[in-house]
Structures are given as C-alpha cells and as structure tokens.
C-alpha cells in the first residue's frame, strides 16, 4: 500500500494527508468525530494527516467510508480526457421541478473544491432567497439578469461579473424577455461520483440512452439558483 500512496505523490498527486483534512474540514468533522467513526485513534489520524504516517489499505479504507468518499478519492489522479468538456458535447440537465437549464464545466477529482456550470435561464425566472458557506462567481454571457445580494439589488448584463461570500442572503431572476446565459463558478460541492444529473431528452440520445439517477435530489439549495 506504501508503493501506492507513494506513487500518487510522485506523480504530483495532492497528499493522502492533505487530502483527508480537507475533506474532513468539508464535512465539518472534528479529528475525534472523524476517528470515532472511523476507528482509528485521535493520534493517529493526526499524524495521518500531517503526512508523518502513511495509513494501510484497510485503515484508508475505514477513513474513506466514514468521509463519505471512497479509496480512489485519495488516490486515483484524473485523466486529462476526464476533466476536458467540448462544446456542443456537454451533456444538458435540470433540476425536477426547475426551468433553468445547465451544462456542467467541473470534474471531480480528489481534494477539489470548485464546481462550474453554463446556466440558461429562461424568461422571467425567479430565484429563491438562499445563503450558505462558501463563495460564487457569476459571470453574464449573454442577456441580463437581476441579482440581489443583502439588501443591494443590481442589473447584470453581458460582461458583467460579481464575486461574493455565499453566507450573504442572495437572489436573482431573469426581468427580460430573452433567455440569460451565465457562467457559475463556486465552492460548493454540488456532485460527487455517486451522483448523477437527469439528463435532457437530447443529452440521453447523445450519451446512449443514459438513465436518470435512482435519487432524483441530487443537489445542494445552491442548485436552485
């Protein structure tokens, strides 16, 4: 297992340590949460972490399962083709329930923190108000949207961009007449490997006939913007 952990980093592979804090601090769990449910011992883990000693197979995989992740989120690098989307080729989805179409720009890949979406949004759509940790960037491709942060309202269009803390009370709706197309950028985790978007008609043909996700919620309030 040593080999294992070791050619991950030589092949410049965040650190198995690293990669356990942070997202243990993404779960908001203490080191004692963290190795009660994983059990293993507060010293170890912090020892683990700290990079001053290098965990079995079987002890990664009790610390994987209790994050919520699995093995190959510590080890396992992304190929190059796996992070790269192609115009006209990103596969197009919604929220049940929702008009706002996007197209996901983010990978997953071991200690990432940052997701990014293409989002079109149609005609006299209204946000609800949401706040959450993190932070956003949004920038106006194209058309115009509302958006409201705090007590400020202000009208975006095309060029525009604003970069704000999520804990911030926030909101935005289309007043137009035409579709908006924008870029979001932010750090909340909105997918992990076991979760899967429901595809658009057009995307399934594209993809082979995709099925949707068993578990149709599959995103955080962030997804509803």
């Keep these: 297992m040593t080999s294992v952990l070791a050619t991950a980093v030589?092949?410049?592979?965040?650190?198995?340590?690293?990669?356990?804090?942070?997202?243990?601090?993404?779960?908001?769990?203490?080191?004692?949460?963290l190795g009660e449910a994983a059990e293993v011992s507060v010293g170890y883990l912090s020892q683990v972490e700290r990079d001053h000693a290098t965990p079995s197979l079987g002890t990664l995989a009790q610390i994987a399962r209790a994050l919520g992740v699995g093995i190959d989120y510590f080890i396992a690098a992304p190929a190059p083709h796996e992070s790269l989307t192609r115009a006209g080729e990103r596969p197009r989805f919604s929220v049940d329930g929702s008009s706002v179409v996007y197209e996901r720009l983010g990978a997953d890949f071991p200690g990432s923190t940052l997701s990014a979406f293409l989002m079109t949004v149609p005609p006299g759509y209204r946000s609800e108000t949401v706040a959450h940790e993190g932070e956003e960037i949004l920038y106006v491709l194209e058309g115009s949207i509302t958006q409201r942060l705090d007590d400020q309202e202000m009208v975006m269009n095309a060029g525009d961009s604003l970069h704000f803390r999520g804990n911030h009370p926030h909101a935005w709706s289309n007043h137009t007449d035409k579709p908006a197309r924008l870029l979001w950028t932010g750090t909340l985790t909105l997918f992990r490997s076991s979760a899967k978007p429901k595809l658009l008609p057009e995307a399934k043909r594209k993809t082979g006939g995709i099925k949707p996700a068993t578990n149709r919620k599959i995103v955080t309030r962030k997804e509803k913007r």
């Design 10 to 33: 030589n092949d410049g592979h965040p650190k198995v340590g690293a990669l356990i804090r942070a997202r243990r601090r993404q779960l908001h769990m203490t080191l004692q949460a």
